[in-house]
Protein backbone atom coordinates (compact mmCIF):
# COMPACT_ATOMS: atom_id res chain seq x y z
CA UNK A 1 0.00 0.00 0.00
CA UNK A 2 2.76 2.47 0.85
CA UNK A 3 4.26 1.44 -2.34
CA UNK A 4 1.28 2.92 -4.30
CA UNK A 5 0.70 6.11 -2.15
CA UNK A 6 4.36 6.88 -3.01
CA UNK A 7 3.74 6.23 -6.58
CA UNK A 8 0.87 8.38 -6.63
CA UNK A 9 2.63 10.88 -4.99
CA UNK A 10 5.40 10.88 -7.24
CA UNK A 11 2.83 10.97 -10.78
CA UNK A 12 1.33 14.01 -8.89
CA UNK A 13 4.47 16.03 -8.46
CA UNK A 14 5.10 15.06 -12.42
CA UNK A 15 2.09 16.62 -13.30
CA UNK A 16 2.49 19.71 -11.27
CA UNK A 17 5.86 20.20 -12.59
CA UNK A 18 5.06 19.51 -15.94
CA UNK A 19 2.18 21.94 -16.17
CA UNK A 20 3.53 25.04 -16.36
CA UNK A 21 5.67 24.31 -19.53
CA UNK A 22 2.39 23.38 -20.94
CA UNK A 23 0.61 26.37 -20.31
CA UNK A 24 1.01 29.97 -22.63
CA UNK A 25 4.53 31.60 -21.88
CA UNK A 26 2.76 34.86 -22.83
CA UNK A 27 -0.62 36.81 -23.31
CA UNK A 28 -0.93 40.06 -24.92
CA UNK A 29 -3.85 42.33 -24.92
CA UNK A 30 -4.19 43.99 -28.21
CA UNK A 31 -5.44 46.97 -29.39
CA UNK A 32 -7.21 47.73 -32.15
CA UNK A 33 -9.89 49.68 -33.99
CA UNK A 34 -13.47 48.03 -35.39
CA UNK A 35 -13.30 49.35 -38.90
CA UNK A 36 -16.48 47.31 -40.22
CA UNK A 37 -15.76 45.62 -43.57
CA UNK A 38 -12.21 46.67 -43.83
CA UNK A 39 -9.02 44.54 -44.80
CA UNK A 40 -7.56 45.93 -41.96
CA UNK A 41 -10.02 43.92 -39.76
CA UNK A 42 -10.66 41.01 -41.77
CA UNK A 43 -6.29 40.70 -41.55
CA UNK A 44 -6.98 41.08 -37.66
CA UNK A 45 -9.12 38.36 -37.32
CA UNK A 46 -7.36 35.69 -38.43
CA UNK A 47 -4.42 36.41 -35.30
CA UNK A 48 -4.93 35.31 -32.77
CA UNK A 49 -5.32 31.56 -34.07
CA UNK A 50 -2.33 31.98 -36.07
CA UNK A 51 -0.43 32.69 -33.86
CA UNK A 52 -1.68 29.99 -31.05
CA UNK A 53 -1.28 27.42 -33.72
CA UNK A 54 2.74 28.55 -34.45
CA UNK A 55 3.98 28.83 -30.98
CA UNK A 56 1.90 25.61 -29.89
CA UNK A 57 -0.47 27.59 -28.05
CA UNK A 58 2.52 29.32 -25.53
CA UNK A 59 1.81 32.86 -27.04
CA UNK A 60 -2.12 34.03 -26.70
CA UNK A 61 -3.24 37.36 -28.30
CA UNK A 62 -6.34 38.92 -26.86
CA UNK A 63 -8.14 41.61 -29.02
CA UNK A 64 -9.50 44.71 -27.34
CA UNK A 65 -11.21 47.22 -29.39
CA UNK A 66 -12.64 49.30 -26.58
CA UNK A 67 -10.38 48.94 -24.07
CA UNK A 68 -8.07 51.99 -25.16
CA UNK A 69 -9.57 54.20 -27.51
CA UNK A 70 -7.80 54.23 -30.79
CA UNK A 71 -5.89 57.45 -31.27
CA UNK A 72 -4.71 56.71 -27.44
CA UNK A 73 -3.37 53.47 -28.36
CA UNK A 74 0.48 54.17 -29.13
CA UNK A 75 0.94 55.49 -26.54
CA UNK A 76 -0.98 53.11 -24.32
CA UNK A 77 1.41 50.54 -25.66
CA UNK A 78 4.63 52.95 -25.15
CA UNK A 79 3.59 53.44 -21.31
CA UNK A 80 2.53 49.55 -21.40
CA UNK A 81 -0.97 50.32 -20.37
CA UNK A 82 -1.37 48.47 -23.58
CA UNK A 83 0.54 45.05 -24.78
CA UNK A 84 0.17 45.66 -28.20
CA UNK A 85 -1.98 47.53 -30.87
CA UNK A 86 -2.93 47.57 -34.54
CA UNK A 87 -1.87 50.73 -35.15
CA UNK A 88 -3.12 53.01 -37.99
CA UNK A 89 -0.93 55.68 -39.22
CA UNK A 90 -3.39 58.61 -39.06
CA UNK A 91 -2.72 58.22 -35.19
CA UNK A 92 0.06 59.63 -35.38
CA UNK A 93 -0.24 62.67 -37.65
CA UNK A 94 0.45 65.29 -34.28
CA UNK A 95 3.43 63.74 -32.55
CA UNK A 96 5.11 61.29 -35.53
CA UNK A 97 3.95 62.82 -38.99
CA UNK A 98 6.52 60.85 -40.18
CA UNK A 99 4.55 57.73 -40.34
CA UNK A 100 2.10 59.95 -42.92
CA UNK A 101 4.52 59.62 -46.02
CA UNK A 102 1.77 57.52 -47.80
CA UNK A 103 -0.86 60.00 -47.99
CA UNK A 104 1.18 62.25 -49.73
CA UNK A 105 0.08 63.28 -52.99
CA UNK A 106 1.42 61.27 -56.10
CA UNK A 107 4.49 59.94 -53.72
CA UNK A 108 3.37 56.41 -53.55
CA UNK A 109 0.09 56.19 -55.99
CA UNK A 110 -0.24 52.59 -55.70
CA UNK A 111 -0.29 50.34 -52.99
CA UNK A 112 1.81 47.45 -54.97
CA UNK A 113 4.71 50.34 -55.10
CA UNK A 114 4.60 51.04 -51.41
CA UNK A 115 4.81 47.03 -51.00
CA UNK A 116 7.87 46.59 -53.08
CA UNK A 117 9.18 49.97 -51.08
CA UNK A 118 9.23 47.99 -47.89
CA UNK A 119 12.13 46.38 -47.41
CA UNK A 120 14.52 48.53 -49.46
CA UNK A 121 13.21 51.51 -47.04
CA UNK A 122 10.23 51.45 -45.77
CA UNK A 123 10.11 48.95 -42.64
CA UNK A 124 12.51 50.36 -41.39
CA UNK A 125 11.89 53.88 -41.26
CA UNK A 126 8.63 52.88 -39.47
CA UNK A 127 10.61 50.45 -37.09
CA UNK A 128 12.83 53.53 -36.28
CA UNK A 129 9.72 55.54 -35.50
CA UNK A 130 7.86 53.15 -33.17
CA UNK A 131 11.26 52.31 -31.42
CA UNK A 132 12.14 55.81 -30.65
CA UNK A 133 8.68 57.31 -29.78
CA UNK A 134 6.51 54.68 -29.02
CA UNK A 135 8.91 52.07 -26.99
CA UNK A 136 7.70 49.45 -29.58
CA UNK A 137 8.97 46.26 -31.80
CA UNK A 138 6.80 46.28 -34.75
CA UNK A 139 6.51 43.17 -36.30
CA UNK A 140 4.08 43.60 -38.99
CA UNK A 141 2.39 46.39 -41.54
CA UNK A 142 -0.27 46.66 -43.94
CA UNK A 143 -2.76 48.67 -45.34
CA UNK A 144 -6.04 49.38 -45.69
CA UNK A 145 -7.94 49.09 -49.02
CA UNK A 146 -8.83 51.61 -52.26
CA UNK A 147 -9.35 54.54 -50.27
CA UNK A 148 -12.94 56.67 -52.19
CA UNK A 149 -14.47 59.82 -51.64
CA UNK A 150 -18.51 59.22 -50.93
CA UNK A 151 -21.19 62.17 -51.73
CA UNK A 152 -24.52 62.14 -52.38
CA UNK A 153 -24.68 64.14 -54.91
CA UNK A 154 -21.91 63.50 -58.20
CA UNK A 155 -18.64 64.38 -57.88
CA UNK A 156 -16.77 65.03 -61.22
CA UNK A 157 -14.37 67.72 -61.41
CA UNK A 158 -11.67 69.86 -59.55
CA UNK A 159 -14.41 72.52 -59.42
CA UNK A 160 -17.13 70.47 -57.42
CA UNK A 161 -14.45 70.05 -54.52
CA UNK A 162 -15.20 73.77 -54.18
CA UNK A 163 -17.24 74.61 -50.79
CA UNK A 164 -17.98 71.22 -49.64
CA UNK A 165 -17.73 69.71 -46.39
CA UNK A 166 -15.30 67.25 -46.18
CA UNK A 167 -14.39 64.56 -43.04
CA UNK A 168 -10.92 63.10 -44.08
CA UNK A 169 -8.85 60.96 -42.03
CA UNK A 170 -5.36 62.36 -41.82
CA UNK A 171 -3.70 65.92 -42.39
CA UNK A 172 -2.37 65.24 -45.56
CA UNK A 173 -5.46 64.95 -47.54
CA UNK A 174 -6.82 67.67 -45.29
CA UNK A 175 -4.48 69.96 -46.56
CA UNK A 176 -4.85 68.98 -50.02
CA UNK A 177 -8.62 69.39 -49.54
CA UNK A 178 -8.25 73.03 -48.60
CA UNK A 179 -6.37 73.79 -51.52
CA UNK A 180 -9.35 72.42 -53.83
CA UNK A 181 -11.46 74.62 -52.01
CA UNK A 182 -13.47 72.04 -49.69
CA UNK A 183 -13.58 72.54 -45.63
CA UNK A 184 -12.33 69.71 -43.86
CA UNK A 185 -14.33 68.72 -41.30
CA UNK A 186 -13.28 67.12 -38.21
CA UNK A 187 -15.76 63.42 -36.99
CA UNK A 188 -15.02 60.53 -35.15
CA UNK A 189 -15.25 57.47 -37.50
CA UNK A 190 -18.54 56.01 -35.95
CA UNK A 191 -20.33 59.53 -36.85
CA UNK A 192 -19.56 59.86 -40.52
CA UNK A 193 -22.21 58.06 -41.71
CA UNK A 194 -25.13 59.94 -39.73
CA UNK A 195 -23.36 62.76 -40.55
CA UNK A 196 -23.55 63.08 -44.70
CA UNK A 197 -26.98 61.44 -44.42
CA UNK A 198 -28.15 64.87 -41.98
CA UNK A 199 -25.82 66.72 -44.30
CA UNK A 200 -23.01 67.67 -41.25
CA UNK A 201 -20.59 66.79 -44.43
CA UNK A 202 -20.63 66.39 -47.96
CA UNK A 203 -18.10 63.97 -49.00
CA UNK A 204 -16.57 61.26 -46.72
CA UNK A 205 -12.64 59.63 -47.32
CA UNK A 206 -12.84 56.68 -46.62
CA UNK A 207 -11.64 53.13 -47.67
CA UNK A 208 -14.28 50.96 -49.85
CA UNK A 209 -14.29 48.49 -47.45
CA UNK A 210 -15.59 50.16 -44.87
CA UNK A 211 -17.34 52.01 -47.11
CA UNK A 212 -19.32 48.44 -47.78
CA UNK A 213 -19.21 47.68 -43.51
CA UNK A 214 -20.52 50.59 -42.71
CA UNK A 215 -23.42 50.97 -44.71
CA UNK A 216 -22.91 53.71 -47.06
CA UNK A 217 -24.83 52.74 -50.06
CA UNK A 218 -28.05 53.67 -47.68
CA UNK A 219 -26.91 56.77 -47.52
CA UNK A 220 -25.01 58.39 -50.23
CA UNK A 221 -25.19 57.50 -54.44
CA UNK A 222 -21.58 57.72 -55.39
CA UNK A 223 -17.95 56.66 -54.76
CA UNK A 224 -15.00 58.47 -56.55
CA UNK A 225 -11.31 56.50 -56.63
CA UNK A 226 -9.71 59.79 -56.56
CA UNK A 227 -6.77 58.79 -55.86
CA UNK A 228 -5.71 60.97 -52.42
CA UNK A 229 -4.00 59.24 -49.49
CA UNK A 230 -3.81 56.19 -51.45
CA UNK A 231 -1.81 54.39 -49.13
CA UNK A 232 -3.26 54.23 -45.24
CA UNK A 233 -0.65 52.34 -43.86
CA UNK A 234 -0.84 50.19 -40.58
CA UNK A 235 1.39 48.22 -38.34
CA UNK A 236 1.18 45.62 -35.27
CA UNK A 237 3.76 46.70 -32.67
CA UNK A 238 4.53 45.54 -29.11
CA UNK A 239 6.07 47.33 -26.55
CA UNK A 240 9.52 46.88 -26.15
CA UNK A 241 9.73 45.14 -22.83
CA UNK A 242 6.97 42.67 -23.32
CA UNK A 243 9.04 41.57 -26.15
CA UNK A 244 11.69 40.97 -24.37
CA UNK A 245 9.57 39.29 -21.68
CA UNK A 246 9.10 36.66 -24.65
CA UNK A 247 11.08 33.33 -24.39
CA UNK A 248 13.76 33.77 -26.95
CA UNK A 249 12.89 30.32 -28.43
CA UNK A 250 9.31 31.88 -29.71
CA UNK A 251 10.80 35.18 -30.79
CA UNK A 252 11.68 34.31 -34.50
CA UNK A 253 8.30 32.10 -34.65
CA UNK A 254 6.38 35.12 -33.64
CA UNK A 255 8.36 37.09 -36.21
CA UNK A 256 7.85 34.22 -39.21
CA UNK A 257 3.95 34.07 -38.32
CA UNK A 258 3.71 38.04 -38.91
CA UNK A 259 5.97 38.15 -41.86
CA UNK A 260 3.66 35.17 -43.17
CA UNK A 261 0.56 37.41 -42.25
CA UNK A 262 1.35 40.45 -43.38
CA UNK A 263 2.25 38.60 -46.79
CA UNK A 264 -0.73 37.52 -47.34
CA UNK A 265 -2.87 40.45 -46.62
CA UNK A 266 -0.81 42.38 -49.52
CA UNK A 267 -0.70 39.55 -51.74
CA UNK A 268 -5.14 39.66 -51.42
CA UNK A 269 -5.22 43.52 -51.44
CA UNK A 270 -6.31 44.31 -55.33
CA UNK A 271 -9.02 41.06 -54.96
CA UNK A 272 -10.22 42.81 -51.58
CA UNK A 273 -10.37 46.23 -52.60
CA UNK A 274 -12.06 45.15 -56.17
CA UNK A 275 -14.38 42.89 -54.36
CA UNK A 276 -15.52 45.99 -52.18
CA UNK A 277 -16.19 48.06 -54.74
CA UNK A 278 -18.75 45.82 -56.84
CA UNK A 279 -20.18 44.79 -53.79
CA UNK A 280 -20.86 48.94 -53.62
CA UNK A 281 -21.88 49.05 -57.35
CA UNK A 282 -24.55 45.89 -56.87
CA UNK A 283 -25.63 48.08 -53.74
CA UNK A 284 -26.66 50.66 -56.10
CA UNK A 285 -23.67 53.06 -55.91
CA UNK A 286 -22.23 54.60 -58.98
CA UNK A 287 -18.60 54.71 -59.34
CA UNK A 288 -16.72 57.44 -60.67
CA UNK A 289 -12.94 57.02 -61.61
CA UNK A 290 -11.40 60.52 -62.98
CA UNK A 291 -9.76 60.15 -65.94
CA UNK A 292 -6.20 61.16 -66.03
CA UNK A 293 -6.88 65.17 -67.26
CA UNK A 294 -8.82 65.36 -64.05
CA UNK A 295 -6.49 63.62 -61.99
CA UNK A 296 -3.49 66.04 -63.30
CA UNK A 297 -5.72 69.23 -62.20
CA UNK A 298 -5.86 67.50 -58.57
CA UNK A 299 -2.28 66.65 -58.44
CA UNK A 300 -1.49 70.08 -59.94
CA UNK A 301 1.78 71.58 -58.29
CA UNK A 302 -0.01 74.55 -56.82
CA UNK A 303 -1.94 72.46 -54.81
CA UNK A 304 0.58 69.85 -54.41
CA UNK A 305 3.51 71.95 -53.05
CA UNK A 306 1.92 73.31 -49.75
CA UNK A 307 1.03 69.61 -49.00
CA UNK A 308 4.11 68.85 -48.81
CA UNK A 309 5.79 72.15 -47.05
CA UNK A 310 3.08 71.54 -43.92
CA UNK A 311 4.10 68.31 -43.97
CA UNK A 312 7.82 68.69 -44.13
CA UNK A 313 7.21 71.70 -41.32
CA UNK A 314 5.30 69.40 -38.79
CA UNK A 315 8.79 66.78 -39.36
CA UNK A 316 10.58 69.12 -38.44
CA UNK A 317 8.94 69.91 -35.14
CA UNK A 318 8.95 66.69 -34.04
CA UNK A 319 12.12 66.17 -34.92
CA UNK A 320 12.28 63.85 -37.84
CA UNK A 321 13.41 64.48 -41.74
CA UNK A 322 10.36 64.59 -43.91
CA UNK A 323 12.24 66.07 -47.02
CA UNK A 324 15.47 63.02 -46.71
CA UNK A 325 12.52 60.32 -46.84
CA UNK A 326 10.62 61.94 -49.70
CA UNK A 327 13.75 62.43 -51.89
CA UNK A 328 15.00 58.83 -50.92
CA UNK A 329 11.48 57.38 -52.16
CA UNK A 330 12.04 59.29 -54.85
CA UNK A 331 15.10 57.78 -55.60
CA UNK A 332 14.20 54.31 -55.27
CA UNK A 333 11.38 55.14 -57.70
CA UNK A 334 13.40 56.63 -60.53
CA UNK A 335 15.70 53.40 -60.19
Not at 56 to 75: A, E, H, S, W
Request: no cysteine; hydrophobic share 40%.
Amino acid sequence: MGHWKTLLATLALSASVALPAAAEDANWSVGFVRATGSSYLATIDTVPDRIAAATNGRLKITLYDTLVPGPDQPGAVRDGRLDASFAVSPWLSAEAPYMNFGHLPGLLPDVGEYHEMLDPLLRGEMASVWADKYNSVQLATGVFETQGIISRDPLRTVEDFRGKKVRVHNTEAASLMSQLGAVPTPLNFSEIVPALQRGVVDLVMTSVGTASGMGFPEVANHIGLWRIGTVVPWSFVVNKEKWDALPDDLKPIVEAEFRAIEDEHFAQHESFSRGKIDMLVKAGMTLYEPPQEVLDEVFAEKNVKPVYDNWYRLNEQSGTDGRALVEKIRALKAQ
